[in-house]
């Protein structure tokens, strides 16, 4: 087996590393880009492989925005990743600023998540019977949440969202649901609508093989529009049972819902009896230790959210999700209750594991201040770059989480994100790819730093997007 990180000799994973200037026991490799000796390459190039993909695979890939459809190009297939960086198929390096869509918090390979997931699998990749383990991740989510008090876990974003208004419609005994315009929630069919021509209208679907009528249960109105909900309540207010939210879109790259539109749409829920979902499958442990509502709560007196939706991070890069709320409310759910859920890999032991170390690393005092630094230097690096270049463009972060866009002001919803320069982006994208950083392949993806990335990760992005940016 090749190993990319060697020029000569035996493969360094198997000799003493030296101590990197990341966090403590996590080595960084510091191979320069494109260095490899030929006995060290892949014999297929990454187009070659998505040509061979595309035989087995539709469009080549197991998720759509992995196609670089958005962006234009041949996308990269990754052979391996550590610390902040991942090797594609060429051998080239790539500091990661995708980190598997979030969940990579720690960065790649962190010692004591590996020890952790070799553990479990030595013990058995799966049982379909209750764990400790599980148990163990569900009360480290709770000590963290304060408005959960049980939790159940899956495999899937989808899955959680999905099962939180199943779980929201029980115990309400409503059928109508409202989502916002560019937020995802997965790609369960009642999820997958946009907008009609008003709200007396109904949605229609996104995807085809959604029927028209599956979505007629589904209001969605503007991100950010209080007129909107206002009125959403006063007209339909007895059928709905619960409201969906991203708090921060990451799905529209990265869009904050303002502090007065989530307090009012706290207040309709409660004068209507409906229930309020948090869906921080991206925001969840990403943005702060208590998640993104803990960021409300600081700004809204005693908010809490009634069902929170939670992924990525909690699986530390496994697959693995979960949704919570009050004790009463979970009670809904099978065994006891008449809301039904299930799954075979639900809680599966070796991801629990995975999950479990995570949430016990990031924990660590200072953990979110020292992200959150490197997430902010790395926006006002990209900021001060493109002002330097006379170039349009504006980011926001929250701990490690960011985003920003080739215009002037921040977004406020999906229509003025579509109207930003999607053309300069593309040639950002691929002029960074081309000096090593891997950025999201689409305009309407969020970013993520690690706490892998170092000062100088941050400074060489930086410098790579200067000279992009000059270029333009």
Request: glycine residues 10%; neutral net charge; charged residues 20%.
């Amino acid at each position: 087996m090749w190993c990319p990180t060697a020029s000569s000799g035996p493969c360094p994973r198997k000799a003493k590393r030296a101590r990197s200037p990341g966090p403590p026991g996590l080595t960084i490799s510091t191979t320069p880009i494109n260095r490899f000796p030929p006995e060290a390459r892949a014999v297929s190039t990454n187009a070659q492989l998505f040509e061979r993909a595309q035989q087995s695979i539709p469009g080549g890939v197991n998720s759509p925005v992995r196609a670089f459809r958005a962006v234009g190009g041949t996308p990269r297939f990754i052979a391996r990743a550590e610390g902040a960086f991942m090797w594609d198929a060429e051998g080239k390096r790539y500091v990661d600023y995708i980190g598997s869509w979030g969940p990579m918090i720690l960065g790649h390979g962190h010692p004591a998540v590996l020890e952790a997931v070799m553990q479990a699998a030595r013990d058995g990749f799966s049982f379909g019977a209750p764990t400790e383990r599980e148990v163990e991740l569900a009360e480290e989510i709770i000590r963290h949440v304060p408005s959960i008090e049980q939790v159940r876990l899956v495999s899937s974003g989808t899955e959680a969202g999905m099962s939180a208004i199943r779980l929201a419609r029980g115990a309400t005994g409503r059928s109508k649901i409202i989502k916002f315009e560019g937020c995802y929630h997965g790609h369960a069919d009642a999820l997958l609508v946009k907008a009609g021509s008003g709200l007396a209208t109904f949605g229609h679907p996104t995807s085809a093989g959604v029927p028209a009528e599956v979505v007629q249960h589904t209001l969605v109105l503007e991100y950010n529009n209080l007129e909107q909900i206002e009125e959403a309540f006063k007209t339909q207010g007895h059928e709905i049972a619960c409201v969906m939210i991203e708090p921060i879109a990451g799905n529209m790259n990265f869009v904050r819902a303002q502090v007065p539109f989530v307090k009012r749409i706290r207040e309709l829920c409660d004068q209507h009896g409906a229930l309020f979902v948090f869906d921080e499958v991206m925001t969840g442990f990403r943005v702060a230790l208590g998640s993104a509502q803990s960021v409300y709560a600081k700004l809204i007196p005693g908010f809490r959210p009634d069902i929170s939706v939670f992924g990525k991070v909690i699986g530390g890069g496994m697959p693995l999700a979960a949704f919570g709320t009050t004790r009463q409310i979970m009670q809904q759910l099978a065994p006891l209750g008449p809301v039904y859920q299930a799954g075979t890999l639900s809680g599966n032991p070796v991801a629990t594991a995975c999950g479990l170390a995570t949430l016990k690393e990031i924990a660590k005092p200072g953990f979110y201040e020292a992200l959150g630094a490197k997430t902010q230097a790395l926006v006002a690096g990209l900021t001060q770059a493109a002002q330097a270049a006379g170039v349009p463009f504006v980011g926001d972060s929250e701990g490690g989480m960011f985003g920003f866009f080739f215009t002037h002001a921040l977004p406020q919803n999906y229509n003025v994100v579509m109207a930003t320069d999607k053309e300069r982006f593309n040639r950002f994208f691929h002029g960074m790819l081309d000096r090593g950083v891997y950025l999201a392949p689409a305009l309407y993806e969020a970013g993520f730093v690690s706490a892998a990335h170092t000062d100088a990760d941050i400074a060489a992005t930086v410098a790579a997007a200067a000279e992009v940016l000059k270029a333009e």
